[in-house]
Every structure is written in structure tokens, then in C-alpha cells.
């Protein structure tokens, strides 16, 4: 998907934010859900030119295989900032290799295990992000103890409780 757009570095950067925000498109105009946004806003707020964002946005609607993509994407709100102040825990896992399975599986179950519940799991797309990460918002605080636990899984990097 993003390689038709390889040729346009101003196109990409619009592409890879519709991906990141979940933005899509329809009848020539970007969306959040069903909030319309200009393509003004949307340039202001990327460093692109609204020009850009318009023949993005005719791109993708020209491409029926990059349309039906970009038509049905829905924005996801993430809880790993606001956790903290409603008693949740994050957990930030950097990967040894963003395409490695399993990680999340092995981390979900280690949680479960302690009787705490998952609220939310976001992971970075590794074509999206330079440095992707995997986000872990749970019910309660992770304990102390868990950290090392969390350290020893295969495909575990580094980690980050807050």
C-alpha cells in the first residue's frame, strides 16, 4: 500500500498520518469517524501543503484496491496517556524485532496469570514508526516483581512500567 506512493514524499507523510489516525476518505473529503476535516487542517498540522492532502486523497479514491482501504478506516482512542490518572498501568515494550510473533500472546498471558486485566493492547506498525513499540494498558498497576518476568520474554527488548 504505501509503495504506490514511494514516488511522493508529501503523499506518503499524508498516508502514513491517515494510517496512524485511522482518517479516511470519502466522496473527496478526509474523516475522523464522521467528523469531516480540511485539508487545510490536516496539511497545518503535518507540515505538508494543502495540495498535498487533496491529491492524496484523489489517489487513493482513483485506486479501488487503496480505496477500499482508506474508505473503512476508524480512528482508536489510546488510553496509555491518561492510564496513569485513572489508576491503570502501562506497559511499553521495545522489541528486539518488531515482526517477531508472540510477544503480546506471551505478555497477555503473563499478566492473566496475575488475576490482572487487560483494558487495551496497541502495537506501532513497524512500516509506520522508525522505533515501533508495543502498548499494554491494564486494569490495575503492574507489580514490581513482574518487571523482571516481563524482561525474560523472548522478543523483549526493554521495557517501560509508568
Given amino acids: 500500500m504505501l509503495e504506490k506512493f514511494g514516488n511522493y514524499p508529501a503523499q506518503l507523510k499524508v498516508v502514513k498520518t491517515m494510517v496512524e489516525l485511522g482518517l479516511r476518505v470519502k466522496e473527496g473529503k478526509m474523516y475522523c469517524a464522521d467528523v469531516e476535516l480540511s485539508s487545510s487542517s490536516i496539511a497545518r498540522a503535518i507540515g505538508a501543503d494543502r495540495r498535498a492532502v487533496t491529491s492524496t486523497i484523489e489517489a487513493i479514491e482513483e485506486d479501488d484496491e487503496l480505496n477500499e482501504i482508506f474508505s473503512a478506516l ?10 496513569p490518572a485513572l489508576g491503570w498501568g502501562v506497559i511499553e515494550i521495545v522489541p528486539t524485532d518488531p515482526h517477531l510473533p508472540g510477544i503480546l500472546a506471551k505478555v497477555s498471558d503473563l499478566i492473566a496469570r ?7 493492547a496497541i502495537a506501532d506498525d513497524p512500516e509506520l514508526k522508525e522505533d515501533p513499540r508495543l502498548f499494554i494498558i491494564t486494569e490495575d498497576p503492574i507489580p514490581f516483581e513482574m518487571i523482571s518476568e516481563i524482561k525474560n520474554i523472548e522478543g523483549v527488548k526493554s521495557i517501560v512500567i509508568y
Wanted: charged share 25%.
Fill in 74 to 83: 476508524m480512528p482508536t482512542a489510546s488510553f496509555k496517556s491518561v492510564a
Fill in 114 to 120: 496475575k488475576k490482572i486485566s487487560i483494558r487495551q
